[in-house]
């Protein structure tokens, strides 16, 4: 008695559209929402792990120097990438190779 209206085992229904869902189905067949209780629970705290640490390293791109540019040896002006030469004294960029012909 009442085994009639037992779910099938390992059957679920949808917590979204109520939808039974066979037990091998790990999404809702009708609206794709996640099995209950299938969910992973180390997704949220690896994210919270991954944004702590990259939030890091978007604290130390502040600091960066726009990319590609350089500072001058000499009187430590910052150049653009492009600038080939220090736009204040003119020293040549670090790194440039004279383009002997
Ligand atoms: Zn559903
Ligand atoms: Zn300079």
Redesign the pocket.
């Known amino acids: 008695f009442g085994d009639k209206f037992k779910q099938p085992k390992g059957s679920w229904n949808?917590s979204?559209?109520l939808?039974q869902n066979k037990a091998e189905d790990s999404k809702?067949v009708?609206?794709q929402?996640e099995k209950p209780g299938s969910s992973v629970p180390v997704t949220s705290s690896s994210v919270s792990a991954f944004s702590a640490s990259s939030g890091g390293f978007l604290d130390l791109d502040k600091f960066k120097m726009p990319e590609g540019s350089w500072e001058c040896e000499v009187c430590s002006v910052q150049n653009k990438a492009e600038a080939t030469k220090c736009i204040a004294c003119e020293n040549m960029k670090p790194g440039t190779k004279a383009e002997l012909k």
């Open positions: 949808c979204v559209c939808l809702c009708a609206c929402s």
